[in-house]
């Protein structure tokens, strides 16, 4: 049988020592993947709660604890991070010089033609989110910004906001049908996390171009995930959230708070596929910015949760890697259900790693 060694992240992070306990991993990936039924789990010891939540069954005790303390645990393996995997984030760039991403983040394209500097910090919230060293889920990915959103240029010309969207997923599809050929590729998922209502496709005037690109992502095998919305209403009413009753293959994320509840802000209903947390959720912003750190909520933050742990997921189940139908299947499959606060409308299924039974908590 093989000996893993300590996990050069757990030596980055300070964490406590790394135990091995067996986990079950599906049978085709194991024998693909693993000598033996063994691999060393993780403990990051640092995390914050929304870490602690989607890697295992129970609901987080904060014993007096704020939720934007970094003392919850987080758990995940070698296989669930992420490695190789292609993270496309369509927003506004992301600060790619932040140390807690390594090397691993790089800006590819702004529909702006500028000088591909994030000046927001929303991209770069959501690239923390999903694999940051501290804040990420997946924490080896390879993130690239598409910046089709900027601060400095007028958003109010509805027409030239749907344009730089659906320009920026179809530079991120040309992307992937390039990369797909290439050795070692593991496969890419597309994080949406924005939405905007109806009125605003109408006034644009060419509501269907953003949707056909869309399907085009899922035809040609990248996982697309997508922000429910923060409009306090009907998901199917906010877009691209709304399209996934078109598009079967889009991954609708609505947001809970740190008692299970459904976030008070986040849009509900029908077109939610999952939540995940989105309250009080800390990640990194622009390095200037408060010392590059954020505390936010969001289903912009509860999509990039889904991100990651899809991007976990693609190191386990190889089959998937380009299978986003099959991909959304295992992810509601696994999640755990009828446990959420507020969700009658729909959705009410958790996000959840599958990192079996939860982490010792001590309390003195
Ligand atoms: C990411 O994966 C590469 C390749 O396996 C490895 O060399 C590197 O140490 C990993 N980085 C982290 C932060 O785990
Ligand atoms: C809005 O943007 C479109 C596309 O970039 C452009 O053709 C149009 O002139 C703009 N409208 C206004 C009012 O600036
Ligand atoms: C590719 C594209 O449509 N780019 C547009 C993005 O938005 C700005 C205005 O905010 C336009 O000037 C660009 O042409």
């Known amino acids: 049988?093989?000996?893993?060694?300590?996990?050069?992240?757990?030596?980055?992070?300070?964490?406590?020592?790394?135990?091995?306990?067996?986990?079950?991993?599906?049978?085709?990936?194991?024998?693909?993947?693993?000598?033996?039924?063994?691999?060393?789990?993780?403990?990051q010891g640092t995390a914050p709660w929304s870490l602690q939540r989607i890697s295992g069954t129970a609901p987080v005790t904060q014993n007096g604890r704020p939720t934007d303390e970094l003392s919850y645990k987080y758990r995940y393996t070698e296989l669930d991070d992420g490695e190789g995997v292609e993270v496309y984030i369509v927003d506004t760039g992301i600060d790619t010089e932040h140390p807690e991403f390594g090397r691993r983040a790089r800006n590819a394209i702004s529909t702006f033609n500028d000088d591909l500097e994030e000046n927001s910090g929303h991209g770069t919230q959501i690239a923390g989110a999903i694999g940051s060293l501290h804040y990420g889920v997946a924490k080896n990915v390879s993130l690239i910004g598409i910046k089709v959103f900027s601060p400095l240029f007028d958003s109010k010309n509805s027409t030239a906001l749907i344009a730089n969207i659906t320009s920026g997923v179809e530079s991120a599809i040309l992307m992937h049908n390039a990369r797909k050929a290439a050795k070692g590729f593991k496969g890419?998922?597309?994080?949406?996390?924005?939405?905007?209502?109806?009125e605003l496709f109408d006034a644009a005037g060419n509501s269907d171009a953003l949707k056909k690109m869309?399907?085009?992502?899922?035809?040609?095998?990248?996982?697309?995930?997508?922000?429910?919305?923060?409009?306090?209403?009907?998901?199917?009413?906010?877009?691209?959230?709304?399209?996934?009753?078109?598009?079967?293959?889009?991954?609708?994320?609505?947001?809970?708070?740190?008692?299970?509840?459904?976030?008070?802000?986040?849009?509900?209903g029908p077109c939610i596929d999952l939540h995940a947390p989105g309250g009080n959720i800390v990640s990194t912003t622009l390095r200037g910015v408060n010392g590059g750190v954020k505390v936010d909520s969001g289903t912009f933050l509860s999509a990039a949760l889904?991100?990651?742990?899809?991007?976990?997921?693609?190191?386990?189940?190889?089959?998937?890697?380009?299978d986003p139908v099959g991909m959304k299947r295992l992810i509601k499959d696994k999640a755990l259900k009828g446990i959420l606060g507020g969700v009658e409308a729909g959705g009410d299924l958790l996000v959840y790693t599958g990192m079996p039974g939860n982490p010792i908590e001590e309390f003195v």
């Open 306 to 322: 889904v991100t990651g742990v899809i991007a976990g997921e693609m190191g386990k189940n190889i089959n998937l890697r380009t």
């Open 214 to 268: 869309l399907e085009k992502a899922i035809q040609s095998g990248m996982h697309v995930t997508v922000a429910a919305g923060d409009r306090k209403r009907d998901a199917c009413t906010d877009f691209p959230a709304g399209y996934v009753k078109d598009i079967p293959g889009l991954i609708v994320v609505g947001a809970t708070d740190v008692f299970d509840k459904r976030l008070e802000t986040a849009d509900f």
């Open 1 to 43: 049988m093989k000996t893993f060694t300590f996990s050069p992240i757990a030596l980055l992070l300070s964490l406590p020592a790394v135990f091995t306990m067996p986990i079950t991993v599906s049978p085709r990936a194991a024998s693909k993947l693993l000598p033996c039924s063994k691999v060393n789990v993780i403990e």
């Open 188 to 198: 890419s998922i597309m994080n949406l996390g924005f939405g905007f209502p109806k």
